[in-house]
């Protein structure tokens, strides 16, 4: 009481009008319950308004709560979770902790808090709050869902899958588990399993959000075909429908159509990336600059296809006119790529720690003028980054074959072949055309040590060998009918493929053989350490043949670079013609078909005739000299030419 007794004057918190004094102290118990019987009502009205989704009104119902009873702790963690969802994290953080202090035993409040942590990439702090959640509750389904994903937010996979096999135990049917469970079993490339969850996901919820595109994903990764066609259909047609059937790079190996994979981009973004308005500082003007500064952003500054392809433009930008950073947020491998694409940058800066909120302030508070997305949606992007629109230019290059279909990436950077004018329409950022093929290359690696012998590299020592060292996941049944009517005609020929795991294995064996081919005609190429060895045996090959929808990339790219001559069917996605632009930037036309029976003919044609073929390798190896397709400098000079031109186009908006 000898707090009262030093006088207190300011109103009571109950909300009754009356000075502190005059009120709660002195006041029966009945009054302190009615206090905090409309603390209840005022929390349940907040709710309601939550849950409509009226996040303002929630808010002050529930501060009105709180001015009725101070230490209402699920008041207080209500009023946290609504301060995230209204974009002040700081304050949410900052109320829940409080409520934790409150009411150690509230786990919501432990369990949101954990969740906020992990929004804002403080991921020491946000397991913290986990874990105390689960000690709190060791089933709490929501706890442990998010405990799972933020496990797959640092790659712990393994764990993941145990954290959801949990969940699991507890609601069978649990449908979000199923999905993040299939996704990390996809990851892991376990699409067996993939296969096996998505089929039970389908069967409780068929229109379930991605999960018949994650199905047939890992079907098409198996080589698994089977009823494959009936699958495409129901995909295309949900896409079609405007349906999130499907996730956009799923789609690029079984669709060639630029307008399908648009609007596929489209739904994939306003469903999971939408605009976020933040309000960021002013900056001088940005045209007095003297150097512009670009900034790099991936989570594949490692051993990796696009660090191998992009090294050297990066060592050969300008830096009299340009300030070049690196942003990275992806793993660690310490190999001696990462090193030296480190040491191209004039800064290198990891953010895998902090939020995409914060990744876009410190782009905008260091005066970025260019944000180059070097990802698109491929494995560890974080696109969501762009959508603060935090830089005045922003580009998706390189890394990502196609369409973000948002907003939010201005530019694409592409070539005449890849996009030429009437099919611009079907992508959502303006084009920067270069003016040579779109993939650039690392020149100071080459294939020009010894190779193996054919032999030693399991191949026939006679007999003409089909390469496609594409990803399997390419192979379509169309395509592969191709490869084996070829075998069948073509004596003594084989087809050597990159090596896969037992299970694609198995499965092309058994579709050569329903195509009656022996399945020793097929040679799986082992893996190899060092690139070097990779480029040197493709001396062993005599014709590359390409995939579609889904063409060749980067191994296009080594193919061509060691003399070996690639044919390509182009469709009209970007992914169909990226093959076409490198064949186009060496003048060799004759390489490039546009229907299956073309590229059938064509290759029957090139197989048949070997001095056709000795005149083809001449003409690739003369070519490769006498155009810029491989010419690092010429190549950063063009590239830093197009950011220029979309950076003054947009400053002068």
């Excluded at 707090?3 to 009008?17: A, E, F, H």
């Excluded at 309000?279 to 790099?296: C, G, H, T």
């Excluded at 594949?300 to 070049?324: A, G, I, N, Y």
Aim: hydrophobic letters at 40%; proline letters at 4%.
């Amino acid at each position: 009481m000898s707090q009262v007794k030093q006088g207190r004057n300011d109103l009571c918190n109950c909300g009754s009008g009356k000075k502190y004094k005059q009120c709660c102290l002195t006041k029966p118990k009945s009054h302190l319950a009615s206090v905090k019987a409309n603390a209840t009502m005022l929390l349940a009205q907040a709710k309601t308004h939550f849950e409509a989704g009226h996040i303002q009104n929630a808010i002050q119902t529930c501060q009105h709560a709180l001015r009725s009873e101070p230490q209402n702790d699920k008041a207080m963690t209500l009023l946290g979770i609504l301060a995230f969802y209204a974009g002040n994290s700081e304050a949410a953080i900052q109320i829940l902790r409080r409520s934790i202090e409150v009411n150690g035993q509230q786990l919501d409040a432990h369990s949101n808090l954990a969740e906020i942590y992990r929004s804002a990439g403080k991921l020491q702090l946000a397991f913290q709050y986990f874990e105390s959640a689960l000690r709190l509750n060791s089933s709490h389904i929501n706890t442990l869902i998010n405990y799972g994903n933020a496990l797959q937010d640092v790659y712990a996979y393994e764990k993941a899958i145990e954290v959801y096999q949990k969940v699991l135990l507890i609601e069978p049917q649990h449908t979000a588990t199923l999905s993040n469970l299939g996704n990390v079993y996809q990851q892991l490339y376990r699409h067996d399993l993939a296969i096996q969850t998505f089929s039970k996901l389908l069967a409780i919820q068929p229109d379930y959000e991605w999960a018949l595109g994650g199905y047939l994903y890992s079907k098409i990764h198996s080589c698994l075909w089977d009823e494959i066609g009936r699958d495409i259909e129901a995909v295309t047609k949900a896409v079609a429908a405007n349906k999130c059937a499907i996730k956009v790079f799923e789609l690029r190996p079984i669709s060639s159509s630029a307008s399908l994979e648009l609007k596929c981009a489209q739904l994939f973004a306003s469903t999971l990336y939408p605009e976020k308005l933040v309000a960021f500082e002013s900056k001088p003007d940005r045209a007095l600059q003297k150097r512009l500064k670009i900034a790099y952003l991936s989570a594949d500054f490692r051993e990796h296809p696009v660090s191998q392809l992009l090294v050297e433009v990066l060592e050969k930008h300008d830096r009299t006119k340009f300030e070049v950073i690196g942003l990275s947020f992806g793993p660690e491998d310490q190999s001696a790529l990462r090193s030296r694409v480190i040491e191209a940058f004039d800064t290198f800066i990891d953010v895998r720690d902090k939020s995409d909120e914060e990744v876009a302030r410190s782009m905008n508070a260091i005066g970025v003028d260019i944000a180059v997305d070097l990802m698109g949606y491929t494995t560890h992007a974080r696109p969501a980054i762009f959508s603060y629109q935090a830089v005045p230019v922003q580009v998706g290059y390189l890394g990502y074959a196609g369409t973000t279909g948002s907003n939010h990436i201005n530019y694409i950077v592409a070539d005449n072949f890849l996009i030429p004018d009437h099919l611009s329409k079907s992508y959502a950022e303006k084009v920067l055309r270069l003016p040579q093929a779109l993939l650039p290359r690392d020149t100071s690696v080459t294939g020009d040590g010894p190779s193996p012998t054919r032999e030693e590299a399991g191949l026939p020592s006679n007999g003409f060998v089909f390469c496609a060292f594409n990803n399997h996941y390419k192979i379509t049944p169309q395509v592969f009918d191709v490869w084996m009517r070829l075998l069948d005609n073509i004596k003594d020929s084989v087809l050597w493929l990159s090596d896969a795991n037992n299970v694609v294995k198995n499965n092309l064996k058994l579709e050569a053989a329903k195509r009656g081919i022996a399945s020793e005609r097929i040679v799986f190429a082992k893996r190899t350490t060092k690139l070097e060895d990779h480029l040197s045996r493709h001396k062993l090959a005599d014709l590359f043949l390409d995939t579609t929808p889904y063409n060749a990339h980067t191994t296009a790219s080594d193919a061509l670079w060691t003399g070996l001559p690639v044919l390509t069917c182009a469709g009209e996605s970007f992914a169909s013609r990226v093959a076409g632009s490198l064949l186009s930037a060496l003048n060799l036309p004759e390489l490039v078909t546009t229907t299956l029976a073309e590229y059938e003919a064509t290759a029957m044609m090139l197989a048949s005739n070997p001095k056709t073929m000795t005149s083809l390798r001449n003409k690739l190896a003369t070519h490769k000299t006498q155009y810029p397709i491989f010419d690092s400098t010429r190549y950063a000079r063009a590239l830093e030419s197009v950011l220029s031109q979309a950076f003054n186009e947009q400053i002068s908006q």
